[in-house]
């Protein structure tokens, strides 16, 4: 079974340039997360999804960053402008289940580095 | 809210030791997760906890959860090298408006030294 794909690994701009992170979580799960991770730091939650909905989008950074998941399967996250402060680990995960009590999948993450 | 908070920062053993590592959290919790990240990959999901449950093994992991002192302890018994990784400790918020969502705090570093 495929895990959480994401895409780009690697990612270099620079400041005021947009960027976007694709995200396919397992078949299947309905909850994608997108964690923002700094170095040294834990994942931080950016967005949760249930299904297409947004049920928890309380620490996105909306004056910059968007993202969607249309028709309830993967989904992109985009950055536009990008600033120095948002190079980091983005991280999309996926569960399973109408109750959000179980264990989460990981992607290896986009590292994205502002110049 | 911070639902996991790691202690120590740091570890450093040696391969065939035991390492234990804490974690502590703030409100009510439907389980406690923790979860290993070897560097520059994503995290791997090691083992649930219930909370009605006490204690979990799985392998060489051993997991205590302790509801009244809002903590959890990770034990790795005999070591090796390929264990050296960050560990996140994370609860899943029983109730309001955080429901499900799942919080971690910046992980234990453990080094094992072959």
């Known amino acids: 079974e495929a895990g959480v794909v994401q895409s780009p690994r690697y990612k270099i701009i620079e400041k005021k340039q947009p960027v976007a992170f694709w995200c396919n979580p397992i078949?299947?799960?309905?909850?994608l997360y997108w964690y923002l991770q700094n170095l040294g730091q834990g994942p931080e939650l950016l967005i949760r999804?249930?299904?297409?909905?947004?049920?928890?989008d309380s620490q996105l950074p909306k004056d910059r960053f968007s993202a969607e998941r249309l028709k309830g399967v993967d989904s992109t996250l985009k950055i536009q402008p990008a600033e120095l402060g948002d190079s980091a680990v983005y991280l999309c995960?996926?569960?399973?289940?109408?109750?959000?009590?179980?264990?989460?999948?990981f992607g290896e993450g986009s590292r994205l580095t502002v110049l | 809210s911070q639902q996991g908070e790691e202690d120590p920062q740091a570890l450093s053993i040696q391969e065939g030791e035991n390492a234990t590592m804490n974690c502590s959290y703030k409100?009510?919790?439907?389980?406690l997760q923790w979860y290993r990240q070897n560097s520059g990959r994503g995290l791997v999901h090691l083992i649930l906890?219930?909370?009605?449950?006490r204690e979990k093994h799985s392998g060489r992991l051993r997991v205590t959860l302790d509801t009244s002192k809002k903590s959890s302890s990770l034990l790795i018994t005999a070591s090796r090298a390929a264990d050296t990784a960050s560990y996140f400790c994370?609860?899943?918020?029983?109730?309001?408006?955080?429901?499900?969502?799942?919080?971690f705090g910046q992980g234990t570093i453990l080094t094992v030294h072959p």
């Open positions: 994370t609860g899943r918020d029983a109730g309001g408006t955080s429901y499900g969502k799942l919080t």
């Open positions: 999804y249930e299904n297409e909905e947004a049920v928890d």
């Open positions: 995960a996926s569960s399973f289940g109408g109750a959000p009590t179980g264990e989460l999948f």
């Open positions: 078949s299947g799960h309905n909850t």
């Open positions: 409100t009510s919790i439907n389980n």
């Open positions: 906890i219930r909370s009605n449950e």
